[in-house]
């Protein structure tokens, strides 16, 4: 059972995404927190597996509480889940540590299976937001990736998590993600598995 905190300060949205992941056996909300500051608050004796983190909020928006999630000891993951695509928005939700990004639209269906693969580690981008940040990263010399992005690569094609990935590297976990959605941006893609895919199409990684 993975078990979840919502976060938005609109409570009929709340709402709304209660009932709906309520409808997933494996699913179960554990809370819910009107802003950054309560998710906080609630944090410790709730013990969530994933936080669903709106990012637009009062008192304490979702890409500082994200931040300060991650500061703590054995940290839930967090899924931003908002109406915002902006570049700035985006960006800070990233550098803030969020495990994936996504979009309040998103069918019910991308939403559950996100938060899936968010308690697995994985790093989950809606496709429009992976695109926003290819072109954020687009450079004159191109979208080439760094060696470190594709031996990161080469190692999720192994199957090897990202906590696993940091340890074979000698590098945080943390950093395990930023080269993930670097890699992802570059590649166009919006999940892992799609990112190996290309990276071997490119002739870049080697699955055999």
């Known amino acids: 059972m993975i078990r979840l905190l919502v976060v938005d300060d609109h409570p009929v949205v709340r709402a709304g995404m209660v009932a709906v992941l309520g409808e997933e056996a494996d699913l179960e909300v554990v809370g819910e927190a009107a802003d950054g500051a309560e998710a906080l608050a609630v944090l410790p004796r709730l013990a ?43 960006v800070r939700a990233v550098e803030a540590g969020a495990r994936g990004y996504l979009l309040k639209d998103a069918p019910t269906a991308v939403l559950t299976d996100a938060i899936r693969r968010a308690a697995r580690g994985e790093t989950v981008l809606a496709p429009p937001v992976a695109a926003r940040l290819a072109e954020r990263l687009r450079a004159p010399a191109g979208t080439d990736l760094t060696g470190r992005e594709v031996e990161v690569l080469a190692l999720v094609g192994r199957g090897l998590s990202n906590a696993e990935i940091g340890r074979s590297l000698f590098i945080g976990e943390a950093t395990v993600k930023t080269h993930l959605v670097r890699a992802f941006a570059k590649l166009g893609v919006a999940d892992r598995t799609a990112a190996v895919a290309e990276a071997h199409r490119r002739g870049l990684v080697d699955l055999s």
Request: aromatic fraction near 2%.
């Open 48 to 90: 969530p597996d994933v936080v669903l983190m709106d990012l637009r909020m009062p008192v304490l928006d979702g890409a500082e509480a994200t931040r300060r999630i991650g500061a703590l000891p054995d940290p839930p993951q967090v899924l931003v889940l908002t109406t915002y695509d902006t570049d700035a928005d985006i």
